[in-house]
């Protein structure tokens, strides 16, 4: 992963991450799960996955592009899971480590630290899609069958163009179509099991919604003038413009190997 500081993808997810986490802490114990859920993961989508998954207490799970860390601290805490983080941006390692003392591994999705069937279950949130195309997108599916065991399980949250053509899409990212996921999937010998829109999944609650809006308030008073926290809500609203004119859609899915 490049490390140039003016590069958007580098300021949302390894600079602003690590600013996350600072002021999640000075916030309190319970900003750090929503807070830590910046990216793609809110409570709906995360119960549905989990229950997909069916993890038992104890368990495994391997979260691949685990950026600061907050769904595998949601799923620890309503299921007993024992996430294992990779994520390759630095600060957002340090991060997940800080807000949730999980083990994290500095990796790259396409080549993963892990042994062939290290785990039963991994997810991989929000992630396909800042890969850097369809390439890297085939080696991150095929990376999580290998280091899923037979009859083992995978979630995916996924960000999928509608639409041939995005207007103003958010620098950096690749969004595959349906189609092309589900050829994407098929050459990596991947069965899709379970699929759910999570655009049509209920609103997160109150006081998540009111947590990550005063951890937002409080990014936006610390660091507002930087280019890095301008360039990261600068994606995030491109992406929140294409979600609510249709051109983008986002999904769960449930993974079994072929
Ligand atoms: C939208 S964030 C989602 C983070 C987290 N999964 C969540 O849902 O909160 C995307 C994450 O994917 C990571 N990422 C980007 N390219 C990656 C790659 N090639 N391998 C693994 N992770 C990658 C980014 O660093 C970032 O942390």
Request: glycine share 10%; proline share 8%; hydrophobic share 45%.
């Amino acid at each position: 992963m490049s490390r140039d500081p003016s590069d958007p993808m580098e300021a949302e997810f390894d600079t602003v991450a690590k600013w996350t986490a600072q002021v999640a802490v000075d916030l309190g114990p319970q900003y750090y799960v929503p807070a830590g859920c910046r990216g793609s993961g809110q409570p709906a989508a995360l119960d549905w996955l989990l229950q997909s998954l069916r993890p038992a207490p104890g368990e495994l799970l391997l979260d691949v592009g685990a950026g600061v860390g907050g769904p595998a601290a949601y799923a620890a805490a309503s299921t007993g899971v024992r996430p294992v983080l990779a994520e390759p941006e630095p600060d957002a390692c340090r991060a997940a480590a800080t807000l949730f003392g999980f083990p994290v591994v500095q990796a790259d999705a396409t080549a993963l630290p892990f042994t062939d069937g290290a785990a039963r279950l991994a997810w991989c949130l929000g992630v396909l899609c800042t890969t850097s195309g369809p390439d890297a997108q085939l080696a991150l599916l095929r990376e999580l069958r290998r280091v899923v065991r037979a009859g083992g399980r995978i979630g995916l949250l996924v960000f999928l163009a509608v639409t041939g053509t995005l207007d103003d899409p958010p620098r950096g990212n690749h969004f595959p179509t349906s189609a092309g996921l589900h050829a994407l999937l098929g050459r990596a010998e991947l069965d899709v099991t379970a699929v759910a829109g999570s655009e049509d999944m209920p609103a997160p609650p109150a006081a998540w919604h009111d947590r990550t809006a005063a951890v937002e308030r409080e990014l936006q008073r610390r660091f507002g003038s930087t280019p890095q926290l301008t360039a990261a809500n600068e994606q995030s609203h491109r992406i929140g413009q294409l979600l609510s004119s249709g051109q983008l859609t986002s999904q769960v899915l449930l993974l079994e190997r072929k």
